[in-house]
């Protein structure tokens, strides 16, 4: 091989260095999916193949477990012929050699050009080295080149260099994976139900799932309560998706955002004429919903007229558009939500109590953030990295603080409010060249101090000094009596007074 120049050498180290650099980046990823996506973007652009794969093995040997695997540059079609040779042809012989295997054409090697798969994908240049050392946990297959040439020297160096890092970082998010499905409380569930976009794993939505379950299949009505923010739409789609319905369509109406006086027709639809703005004939929400759900958000703001029409509907499975002499079938299924205590309504007079017990044959209450704070890391990290594609900004991640933060502050617009504060929170990051997103975006303070969470070591003196202080004061300052209180000795009290800098009251 003839010496490199002085430039060219250069020119590599560079390359080398900011390979380096980026694969570290990698160690910033806490999911498995997010990491497989940025690995093989980098080590196709690295390499300049035309086509790659990525796939990662679970020893999980759990039911319906499947590996994690990416492609890039694949039709559909060709994704299931690479997935497909795992077992067989290159892919196979690196994983089982745990050898880098390095061709400029396939269809050339007497290895491989007997193989059916390479025949008929007319496979050429191929670079495929295994994940893991004695046993390997997946498998980098790089196939075709952006330019016409073979994979050189330095795209294997790399590729290996790639693989070697790769691993560690993928068993680790392996464990970190087990783990949290270990102390996930709905896997027995989301094996059963559809849940696209749901995100969480506490008991409180567990509960939850378990009764969706059990309602969705059900031509019932059903009824949603919880605080405003909580979910109640989302959840309102999943029962659609998971029922008979499914096929059907899915309507929702904010009955709070409904004008008073066109909230009938806008529901129940109106024949020419029967009202001032009805210069032909309007379709309402039931009719649209037809043969499939209609959502009634906000149940408790419809007025007095609309809730005996809806009454009628829920009964009879009839209802008249307004100026309509002769009833129209519906063939719909209700679901209503609300953050109001119906039972108070119903005292006041503001809601039917006819109506309450027509809707509430399945009631779901959806709990609060408060209540499953637990799925706050998984919330905050998807609404991250949907922000950050939404509005095309560079991926950003959340410092451990910030997570901490968002864990410990108080959320009263529940899962809506927290994903607007870290849609903010991630703007303000980016405005500033931040590499991740921090406390002080989430919760800026408007004196220009930064407002942290206490560690551990703080919030244990914080709650020392107020024991402390509230023993004191109850005893007249007597330290005797407080060290018997408290189980101290005495010495040990006035030590605590000095560090804790705690002072009697003049």
């Known amino acids: 091989m003839a010496e490199e120049s002085p430039s060219a050498e250069l020119a590599r180290t560079r390359r080398e260095r900011d390979l380096y650099r980026r694969l570290l980046r990698l160690g910033e990823q806490n999911e498995l999916g997010p990491l497989l996506k940025e690995a ?70 007497p290895r491989f050009r007997e193989r059916a798969s390479v025949r008929g994908a007319r496979i050429e240049a191929v670079l495929c080295a295994p994940i893991g050392a004695d046993q390997p946990l997946g498998v980098l297959y790089l196939q075709g080149r952006a330019q016409p040439a073979p994979f050189s020297d330095e795209d294997r160096e790399n590729a290996e260099l790639f693989a070697r890092h790769l691993a560690p970082l993928a068993e680790r998010l392996l464990s970190r994976r087990r783990r949290q499905e270990e102390a996930d409380a709905t896997r027995g569930v989301r094996g059963t139900l559809r849940l696209e976009g749901l995100i969480g794993r506490s008991a409180a939505l ?46 929702e109406v904010n009955c709070a955002a409904l004008p008073e006086t066109l909230v009938e027709s806008e529901l129940f639809g109106a024949l ?27 149940v408790a703001e419809l007025p007095p007229p609309a809730q005996a029409k809806l009454l009628q509907l829920l009964q009879s499975r009839h209802y008249y558009p307004l100026g309509a002499s002769k009833p129209v079938e519906a063939d719909v299924r209700v679901i209503a939500a609300t953050n109001a205590d119906l039972q108070a309504a119903i005292a006041a007079h503001r809601f039917r109590e006819d109506l309450y017990y027509r809707l509430e044959v399945l009631p779901i209450r959806v709990p609060s953030l408060a209540e499953r704070r637990e799925d706050i890391p998984g919330l905050v990290a998807h609404f991250c990295a949907s922000v950050c594609e939404r509005h095309r900004l560079p991926r950003m991640t959340l410092s451990p603080g910030a997570v901490r933060a968002l864990r410990l502050a108080a959320w009263p617009g529940n899962v809506r409010q927290l994903a607007h504060g870290v849609e903010a929170a991630v703007i303000r990051a980016v405005g500033e060249g931040a590499e991740q997103v921090e406390a ?29 202080r509230e023993a004191l004061e109850e005893n007249g300052w007597n330290v005797v009596e407080t060290a018997r209180r408290l189980d101290l000795a005495r010495s040990h009290v006035y030590n605590l007074i000095r560090a804790l800098g705690l002072e009697r009251q003049k």
Do not use: C
Request: aromatic content about 4%; proline content about 6%.
């Open 40 to 109: 093989l973007a980098l080590v196709v652009e690295v390499t300049g193949a035309r086509q790659g794969y990525l796939e990662i093995q679970d020893d999980d040997d759990s039911p319906g477990r499947q590996p994690l695997w990416i492609a890039h540059g694949f039709s559909a079609g060709e994704i299931e012929a690479v997935r497909s040779a795992i077992s067989r042809g290159i892919i196979a012989h690196a994983v089982a050699t745990g050898q880098t295997i390095v061709t400029p054409s396939a269809l050339l090697d």
């Open 206 to 251: 567990a509960s939850v799932l378990r009764q969706v379950a059990l309602v969705a299949p059900l031509e019932v009505n059903v009824l949603l309560t919880g605080d405003t923010g909580t979910g109640k739409s989302q959840l309102a789609r999943i029962i659609h998706d998971n029922g008979p319905r499914r096929n059907g369509p899915f309507v």
């Open 272 to 298: 020419p004429g029967a009202h001032s703005t009805a210069a032909r004939r309007i379709e309402g929400k039931v009719a649209a919903a037809e043969r499939g759900t209609l959502v009634l958000d906000e």
């Open 440 to 468: 002080v975006h989430l919760f800026p303070d408007p004196a220009g101090e930064v407002r942290q969470p206490p560690t551990f070591q703080e919030a244990t003196r914080q709650f020392q000094a107020r024991m402390l």
